[in-house]
Each structure stands twice: as structure tokens, then as C-alpha cells.
T-cell receptor, first 115, second 114 residues
Framework: ELKVEQNPLFLSMQEGKNYTIYCNYS?????LYWYRQDPGKSLESLFV?????AVKQEGRLMASLDTKARLSTLHITAAVHDLSATYFC???????????????FGAGTTVTVRA | DSGVTQTPKHLITATGQRVTLRCSPR?????VYWYQQSLDQGLQFLIH???????AKGNILERFSAQQFPDLHSELNLSSLELGDSALYFC?????????????FGPGTRLTVL
């Protein structure tokens, strides 16, 4: 069974500072997603990481994937209030040599940015 | 607005009943995914359809079933409902079927089972 662990689960950020959210997973995979969810809202796709060493950036967010370490990081640069949300990672893996895949989510990291 | 629509927004029903949730993907998208979000179990992937065919199956209970129609809209059928089925159900759509591209999420259906 694929296990996905995010930490921290809660993160209080100060505006202007840098922070990192970690996503560890238990099985070989080279497909990882990051999502954002605002309170009471649906999910929004942030990044799709498709290979070892993949790095993607959008505004103050940068995501990277290290498949050997089974680790993805979501780095937040100079946090601002608008980044307050819950962030989820999700990992895709193929349990056998078939096209059928499994997808598991982390528990989410709830981010609050304070002045 | 992602372009993905879901109906109904809210649904309140009783245990043992059956409900159908509907999802219309963005124009041009061939894949539809279904997810469940609850306080107890977090976010779970249920099932993925691509161009009418089941592409991948996640933690979908046997009491649940889904299909994608020729016009590409999808329905998720939940039967013999239990209290634990109360959750938010999201669908998402994407262009391809390979679990590699960006997904666009609908606003969700909140199901309450009493």
C-alpha cells in the first residue's frame, strides 16, 4: 500500500519569510501532484512533477521531486497572506506492469500566514 | 471557474438510499476523475474514466459505481448509503488519460447521510 506523509500538518508562517512543506512516500513513483484548497472550496492543481529532479515554479511557490529519496518539497518564498490555504501532495504509482495506477494523497498541510 | 460543473451542490438523504452525482468536464477534456473528501479519511481517489472507459480504480466501495457517457459527462452512483458516506465528492477533468496532466476540479457535491 502506498503511504504518503506530509509534514508539517500545520504551519504558521510570518509574512516575508521562507518555508518548506515536505511530502514523503513509501513506494517507487515518478509522478507527484501538488494541490491547494482554500477553506470551503474545491481543489486547485498547482504542480505536476513527472520525473526525478523535476522542479516547477509559479510565483512564490516552487516544487521539486527527488524520486530516489521518495521526497517532494513545496517551498514558499516570502510568504504572503494570500497563500493561506491547505496544501496536499498526491503520489501516483503502478502496482504492476499494467496501465492501472493508484493515487494516494497526503493528509494536507494547513498554512496560515500572519502579518 | 474551472469549467467543470457538478450537480447537485448539496444532497441530504437517509441511510439505505441511493443517489447519483453528476459531473460535466471542461470542453475538450476526455478524462473524468472522482474523489471523496471526509474528515475521517481525508482525500481519496475513487475512479478515473477516459473517453468512456474505466482507466484506474482507487478506493471505491462496491456499493459505489460510476460511468462516463458518450457526451463525456460522468455519473457517480452511491447506493445503500451509510452515515460514513457523508463527505464532499469532487470530480475533476483533464485532457489526456495517462494520469500525467493538470486536473481541473469541479465545485463539489456535499452529501449528508442522516
Amino acid at each position: 500500500e502506498l503511504k504518503v506523509e506530509q509534514n508539517p500538518l500545520f504551519l504558521s508562517m510570518q509574512e516575508g519569510k521562507n518555508y518548506t512543506i515536505y511530502c514523503n512516500y513509501s513506494t517507487t513513483s515518478d509522478r507527484l501532484y501538488w494541490y491547494r484548497q482554500d477553506p470551503g472550496k474545491s481543489l486547485e492543481s498547482l504542480f505536476v512533477l513527472l520525473s526525478n529532479g523535476a522542479v516547477k515554479q509559479e510565483g512564490r511557490l516552487m516544487a521539486s521531486l527527488d524520486t530516489k529519496a521518495r521526497l517532494s518539497t513545496l517551498h514558499i518564498t516570502a510568504a504572503v497572506h494570500d497563500l493561506s490555504a491547505t496544501y496536499f501532495c498526491a503520489v501516483v504509482f503502478w502496482p504492476s506492469r499494467s496501465n492501472d495506477y493508484k493515487l494516494s494523497f497526503g493528509a494536507g498541510t494547513t498554512v496560515t500566514v500572519r502579518a | 471557474d474551472s469549467g467543470v460543473t457538478q450537480t447537485p451542490k448539496h444532497l441530504i438523504t437517509a441511510t439505505g438510499q441511493r443517489v447519483t452525482l453528476r459531473c460535466s468536464p471542461r470542453s475538450g477534456d476526455l478524462s473524468v476523475y472522482w474523489y471523496q473528501q471526509s474528515l475521517d479519511q481525508g482525500l481519496q481517489f475513487l475512479i478515473h474514466y477516459y473517453n468512456g472507459e474505466e482507466r484506474a480504480k482507487g478506493n471505491i466501495l462496491e456499493r459505489f459505481s460510476a460511468q462516463q457517457f458518450p457526451d463525456l459527462h460522468s455519473e457517480l452512483n452511491l447506493s445503500s448509503l451509510e452515515l460514513g458516506d457523508s463527505a464532499l465528492y469532487f470530480c475533476a477533468s483533464s485532457i489526456s488519460g495517462g494520469a500525467i496532466d493538470t486536473q481541473y476540479f469541479g465545485p463539489g457535491t456535499r452529501l449528508t447521510v442522516l
